[in-house]
């Protein structure tokens, strides 16, 4: 059956969309490339989801016959009307073939720079973060202790009872490094944990500053009893006890970190804290 106009505009209308909604396809993966911008990648999504879309009904309904068609049976045979009907058809239906395949093409396009487009919001991920929420600045030990003004600290610096946040040098933004250096009584009793007998220095002892409840800085010092206090949720930590929780929602004791001490006096880590800072919310087992 020969082709009508209705035909031949669905066809230019499928072609127009399929060719929009590679437009906006190729534009998506440009605002992506280029930083992004949550308007602008919404409204590309839609005109490419929704070219791609109109397209394929139209397309679908030219290739589904939209009437009933009832022909009466007749003998077999063709008439010279017939043949000449025949090759007409045949010559319409050629130049339709070349019409869809163009649809076919642009169809695979749009799909193409779609699939292109989707990812860079993939890559935007980043990597995978391995053990970068496990390690902190001081993995390999030999920094010195610095103040927020990169001044390196010594044990004579510091008094009995006081209380001073550190970090490794040259690493004094790092959100996972405040340290906090207490340096606690001669009289009081020290309980190391088994095998950090040598990590403490003339009374000065470090814990990381992330509370393990919800990672909250603690810094609330009461020297008699030994203890340190986290202001959010009232978690408190024997300092005298490798930081165990005595109080509060946190079940976990603060990080220890290895002290020691360089050629000029100053203090230095001898590695990384004792376990991860922080929380720990990404792995732990429920």
Request: hydrophobic content about 40%; proline content about 7%; charged content about 20%.
């Amino acid at each position: 059956m020969a082709e009508g106009p209705g035909d031949r505009r669905a066809e230019r209308w499928a072609a127009v969309s399929f060719t929009l909604a590679t437009v906006a396809a190729v534009a998506l993966a440009v605002v992506f490339w280029r930083g992004g911008q949550p308007q602008a990648e919404g409204l590309l999504l839609a005109v490419v989801t929704g070219g791609l879309g109109v397209g394929i009904v139209l397309w679908a309904r030219l290739a589904t016959p939209q009437d009933h068609v009832t022909e009466e049976r007749h003998l077999l045979g063709s008439t010279g009307e017939g043949m000449e009907a025949l090759a007409s058809d045949f010559e319409a239906g050629g130049a339709a073939f070349g019409r869809r395949r163009l649809l076919v093409g642009l169809l695979a396009s749009a799909g193409a720079a779609f699939g292109a487009a989707l990812v860079f919001p993939i890559r935007s991920l980043g990597p995978r973060p391995g053990r970068g929420f496990k390690r902190t600045a001081y993995a390999g030990g030999g920094k010195r202790l610095v103040t927020a003004d990169g001044v390196p600290v010594r044990v004579e610096s510091l008094p009995v009872d006081g209380v001073v946040t550190v970090w490794p040098e040259g690493h004094t933004r790092d959100g996972d490094a405040p340290t906090l250096l207490i340096r606690t009584r001669p009289t009081q009793r020290f309980r190391p944990r088994p095998g950090r007998e040598s990590w403490t220095i003339d009374g000065v002892v470090a814990y990381s500053k992330l509370c393990t409840h919800v990672g909250c800085p603690v810094g609330l010092y009461q020297a008699q009893a030994g203890l340190l206090l986290c202001p959010c949720h009232q978690s408190t930590f024997d300092v005298l006890d490798g930081a165990r929780p005595v109080f509060g929602p946190a079940a976990r004791a603060l990080p220890q970190l290895p002290l020691g001490r360089n050629e000029q006096g100053e203090l230095i880590a001898l590695g990384d804290f004792s376990s991860p800072v922080g929380p720990e919310f990404w792995d732990r087992d429920r």
